[in-house]
């Protein structure tokens, strides 16, 4: 059982930047895959990033790449997304999320979500 604890957001300008936390408790955090997905108002949960249980693999959408960065500390059990040059259409409630291999994480198949975290960009 991993339990998923978001934090970060809140309310920052169009341009702006922004860095979200995951913390995760249990032993084994380097053996899951991570991400991160948004919902925003009326849409449906999309990908936002992936890494790999030892972080050297990465994905993003092509509408995010570029702009956010996913990274993890294992050592810390967390991960993050630092997203940069926001625009108001980024505005929405941002989950972490756990899973298998990174490359079917970033499809939705999610072992574990965390409560979200409201990202809302100003225009």
């Known amino acids: 059982q991993v339990q998923l604890v978001d934090s970060g957001g809140g309310l920052v300008q169009a341009g702006g930047s922004l860095r979200l936390s995951c913390a995760a408790s249990?032993?084994?955090?380097?053996?899951?895959?991570m991400g991160w997905f948004r919902q925003a108002p009326g849409k449906e949960r999309e990908f936002v990033a992936a890494?790999?249980?030892?972080?050297?693999?990465?994905y993003y959408p092509d509408s995010i790449k570029g702009r956010f960065t996913i990274s993890r500390d294992n050592a810390k059990n967390a991960v993050y997304l630092e997203m940069n040059s926001l625009k108001a259409e980024d505005t929405a409630v941002y989950y972490c999320a756990a899973g298998g291999a990174a490359a079917i994480l970033r499809t939705g198949r999610v072992y574990y979500w965390g409560q979200g975290t409201q990202v809302t960009v100003s225009s």
């Open positions: 249990g032993r084994t955090f380097s053996s899951y895959a």
């Open positions: 890494i790999s249980g030892s972080g050297d693999t990465t």
